[in-house]
């Protein structure tokens, strides 16, 4: 994928990093009051399971706009993403989300606002787990 068909710009290598399994990029758009970021996944890039936490509204959604990706709540079977895909993450729900093995992935990703929000990130979804999509 260029740069050019990335709708929101790739950004910069993403500074969580150490919670993906591959190379991700982040390009925020919007960080008063309301975060919100294109996030680019190379192929075969995942986030480690994550849980958004909030004492009152929070969570999260995936406006999905290149690529092919996947979504998995714990316990689910993966959903397949593609451009078009919309995930709606609520509060308090472990999750991950990341590029297919043969496609780059990008999603818009818009942070619920709510009181005490943060995000805790956990184990990697293995290669075994990843493997079986």
């Known amino acids: 994928m260029s740069e050019e068909e990335i709708?929101?710009?790739?950004?910069?290598?993403?500074?969580?990093?150490?919670?993906?399994?591959?190379?991700?990029?982040?390009?925020?758009?919007?960080?008063?009051?309301?975060?919100?970021?294109?996030?680019?996944?190379?192929?075969?890039?995942?986030?480690?399971?994550?849980?958004?936490?909030?004492?009152?509204?929070?969570?999260?959604?995936?406006?999905?706009?290149?690529?092919?990706?996947?979504?998995?709540?714990?316990?689910?079977?993966?959903?397949?993403?593609k451009p078009g895909s919309v995930v709606q993450i609520p509060e308090g729900v472990k999750h991950w989300h990341g590029a297919t093995k043969d496609s780059q992935f990008t999603h818009i990703a818009i942070e619920i606002p709510g009181e005490n929000t943060s995000n805790e990130w956990l184990e990697p979804v293995t290669d075994e787990e990843y493997e079986k999509l």
């Open 7 to 81: 709708l929101f710009g790739k950004g910069e290598p993403n500074p969580f990093g150490e919670f993906f399994i591959g190379k991700s990029y982040l390009n925020m758009l919007v960080t008063d009051g309301i975060g919100v970021a294109n996030v680019t996944f190379e192929a075969g890039c995942r986030n480690n399971w994550h849980i958004h936490h909030a004492d009152k509204g929070g969570g999260q959604i995936l406006l999905c706009t290149h690529g092919e990706g996947w979504y998995q709540e714990e316990g689910n079977k993966a959903q397949k993403l």
